[in-house]
């Protein structure tokens, strides 16, 4: 009786080991399958203009001229284009590598000024901390 408890353990334990092998030979975990493209966690580079006209608030150009002074750029920001915008995430169509962002979508704007020739890419969400998009 004992050996056949024993022998029926072992019996399953060998079927658990092997339900959860691959079935092929081992391969390296930090090698990416050849079968699909390895999982992208950013939109490729920053989204273009998509949203309908919008007028900037007093209080929004204050903080991106405050913010391109901060940067060290002298000089009067132009206004290029302002756009309201509903971004897809907290990433405010600028994803940066390794960073995580709200999964919920995101009133704002964009605001594109040039200062000196150079442009510059700003985003809005709710409120008015500008974030300069740099691809």
């Not at 959860?20 to 580079?45: E, I, K, N, Q």
């Not at 920001?77 to 995580?100: D, F, I, Q, R």
């Amino acid at each position: 009786m004992r050996r056949a408890i024993l022998a029926g353990a072992g019996g399953m334990l060998l079927l658990l080991l092997t339900a959860c092998s691959t079935g092929g030979p081992m391969t390296d975990p930090t090698t990416p399958s050849s079968s699909r493209p390895p999982f992208a966690t950013t939109t490729p580079g920053p989204v273009g203009p998509s949203g309908t006209p919008a007028d900037v608030s007093p209080e929004k150009w204050d903080a991106l001229a405050t913010d391109l002074a901060e940067r060290g750029v002298a000089g009067e920001p132009v206004l290029v284009s302002a756009e309201a915008v509903t971004w897809p995430n907290g990433a405010l169509g600028c994803p940066k590598p390794g960073m995580s962002y709200t999964q919920a979508v995101v009133d704002g704007m964009r605001v594109v000024v040039e200062v000196d020739g150079m442009s510059y890419d700003y985003r809005f969400g709710r409120g008015d901390a500008p974030v300069l998009c740099e691809a």
